[in-house]
């Protein structure tokens, strides 16, 4: 079975621009939070859907977004962007909602903000 | 005062060695504990949960002291496979879906 899949890989923007990252969960799995990881530290929540409610938010400005669609796939969408954002974005899914369930991650997007 | 905290590391271990990494928590509402391991610009992958009992699987063994707020992770007979950083992992599972992690700690394990 495929894993958790996102896209792009890789993206550079400028300031003040937008930017929407992908992310398909595993089969099955109808819960998917996304983590900003910048270097050094540990990744930090940012949010959590579950079956397309958002169902937790974590201390990040109203500049982010994110939405999940009918077949559980998820965006994060981020806006006017500052050279803070440039992290590595990562996606989780888990089957269901609550924290006892196993997070498994995608390969995560790098956000380079130039 | 970060909700995770872990040893800051890094550890330097020749292979064969026996290592230990530390985690505390602040929020005694905290149910569900892991230990992840990271590869050097790769996702997180889940190595372990952490029971009440304590758990080993091979050469880990997870234990976890709940009045302490304290987490623990030991490799023994360390190969040069299990260099990677090691985050702790905290779930409340009133916050669905959401992990607190740790800053990790860096473990290299030298031939």
């Known amino acids: 079975d495929a894993g958790v899949t996102q896209s792009p890989t890789h993206l550079i923007k400028t300031r003040g621009q937008h930017v929407t990252l992908r992310c398909s969960p595993i089969s099955g799995h109808k819960s998917v939070s996304w983590y900003q990881q910048v270097l050094g530290q540990g990744p930090q929540f940012i949010f959590q859907y579950y079956e397309k409610e958002e169902r937790g938010r974590g201390n990040f400005p109203d500049r982010f977004s994110a939405r999940q669609f009918p077949n559980y796939s998820s965006e994060l969408n981020v806006n006017a962007l500052l050279l803070g954002d440039s992290a590595l974005y990562l996606c989780?899914?888990?089957?269901?909602?609550?924290?006892?369930?196993?997070?498994?991650f995608g390969p995560g997007t790098r956000l380079t903000v130039l | 005062r970060k909700e995770v905290e872990q040893d800051p590391g890094p550890f330097n271990v020749p292979e064969g060695a026996t290592v230990a990494f530390n985690c505390t928590y602040s929020n005694s509402a905290s149910q569900s504990f892991f230990w992840y391991r990271q590869d050097c610009r790769k996702e997180p992958k889940l190595l372990m949960s952490?029971?009440?009992s304590g758990n080993e699987d091979g050469r880990f063994t997870a234990q976890l002291n709940r009045a302490s707020q304290y987490i623990s992770l030991l490799i023994r007979d360390s190969k040069l496979s299990d260099s990677a950083t090691y985050l702790c992992?905290?779930?409340?599972?009133?916050?669905?879906?959401?992990?607190?992690f740790g800053d990790g700690t860096t473990l290299t394990v030298k031939p």
């Open positions: 952490v029971y009440s």
């Open positions: 992992v905290v779930n409340t599972n009133t916050n669905a879906g959401k992990s607190t």
């Open positions: 989780a899914s888990s089957p269901r909602s609550g924290g006892a369930y196993t997070q498994y």
